[in-house]
């Protein structure tokens, strides 16, 4: 299957019939820069945060360019991805102007320890590199693929249980260094009869707690109870869907996963609509996305590794290297255990640490050949069903 490619562009560049604008983007103005066919100058606008008024000045571009002698076949837009997400280029492309997002950290910047940055000097350099890309040459810059209005729904489930949880650990952590400030060490306050005994607790000074701690103890509980209730929500709500359409969007790859020992519903959501539904390259594709590929220094006679270069996915990342522990206790025969096992036989924590990486990012590729290719991972053993 041929695979997109976001690193150069494959369309032949006219310049003379192309015009070309970067748009930076911020949350009240957008500074738009263009390059336009058949004007000396490179004209510059300042305006609010309007697509309308964008493709207003667009088309104002191109008739200038027509009325100069030239004419305008191609309109290209650009703008680093950022909180804006995507619906600016789907908007645009709805419209008929060609627009990309591009990668922000794949921009080549100067090395000088205080450079100039300005809006207008982030816009020549944006410029620059798109031009770069357009002509087809590598090394200026990459695009992201803009995922359709459905894709980017289907990842909200997965991403507001992560921050779900994170916050109960949180309010958990707090009601925890609570207690102990005041000496109490021996109560469970994820208990769900917690609330009704902090009434009784008392400290070890023999005293009950303080009023306005037991307020506080109780709106934290209050709170976490939302909380969790939220997060059930979110899991009766997503088993829902799948048992009312297996067959729709990325569900048949979703349940594909899920049938794998050691993997349940959650892990196999995110890994489904972060990594493994995504149009991927080839396996290295699938390493350098997952953010487990190393960082070599190298000059001259200095040889070192810097670590994980943690370029790509975050929440891939995170839960792979999470899933590849759970691997090695659900998983104890399969190839990939054994592998972990023979290199890491008699050596310390700080090597089983280091080799977990290696494992996740194996793990992860033999993942996307499963859901890709039907390619069961060697010696996995598979649910009969979930």
């Known amino acids: 299957m041929q695979r997109k490619r976001f690193k150069r562009s494959l369309v032949a560049f006219e310049q003379n019939s192309t015009l070309v604008s970067v748009v930076e983007l911020s949350f009240k103005t957008w500074l738009v820069a263009g390059l336009v066919p058949g004007l000396k100058r490179q004209p510059l606008k300042k305006q609010g945060a309007d697509a309308d008024a964008l493709l207003a000045l667009l088309h104002r571009w191109r008739a200038e360019a027509v009325k100069a002698g030239g004419k305008i076949e191609r309109i290209v837009v650009a703008f680093e ?6 619906w600016l280029a789907r908007w645009l492309r709805a419209r008929g102007i060609e627009a990309y997002v591009i990668h922000a950290t794949s921009i080549p910047v100067s090395r000088e320890h205080r450079r100039a940055k300005s809006d207008r000097l982030d816009t020549e350099l944006l410029m620059r590199a798109v031009l770069g890309w357009l002509r087809g040459e590598a090394k200026h810059c990459s695009m992201v693929a803009i995922p359709t209005l459905a894709q980017e729904d289907a990842r909200r489930p997965n991403r507001e249980h992560q921050t779900l949880v994170k916050e109960c650990g949180r309010i958990v952590s707090r009601m925890k260094a609570t207690m102990a400030r005041l000496g109490v060490r ?11 005994k902090l009434a009784g607790l008392l400290t070890p000074e023999g005293v009950p707690l303080p009023a306005n701690t037991l307020d506080e103890l109780r709106r934290d509980m209050a709170q976490l109870r939302l909380i969790r209730e939220q997060i059930k929500e979110i899991e009766k709500a997503r088993l829902a869907r799948l048992q ?60 070192r590794e810097k670590g994980l270069a943690r370029a790509g996915n ?68 598979l649910r009969a069903a979930i």
């Not at 972060?274 to 149009?279: G, T």
Request: glycine share 10%; no cysteine; proline share 3%.
């Open 81 to 86: 991805a950022g909180r804006d997400g995507f």
């Open 186 to 196: 021996n109560f469970n306050v994820k208990l769900r009869k917690a609330v009704e």
């Open 244 to 303: 009312k359409a297996p067959q729709d969007g990325a569900h048949p790859m979703l349940l594909m996963l899920a049938k794998v020992l050691g993997i349940g519903l959650e892990t196999a959501d995110m890994l489904v609509h972060e990594v493994l539904s995504r149009d991927l390259r080839d396996d290295k594709a699938v390493g350098r996305y997952g953010g487990m590929t190393g960082a070599p220094d190298e000059s001259g006679s200095k040889r």
């Open 314 to 381: 975050a929440r891939v990342r995170r839960g792979m290297i999470q899933l590849a522990w759970r691997w090695l206790m659900f998983q104890k025969d399969s190839a990939l255990t054994q592998w972990y096992l023979a290199r890491t036989a008699g050596a310390g924590h700080a090597v089983r640490k280091t080799m977990i990486v290696a494992l996740a990012r194996k793990l992860l590729i033999a993942l996307w050949r499963y859901v890709t290719t039907g390619s069961v991972p060697a010696g996995a053993r």
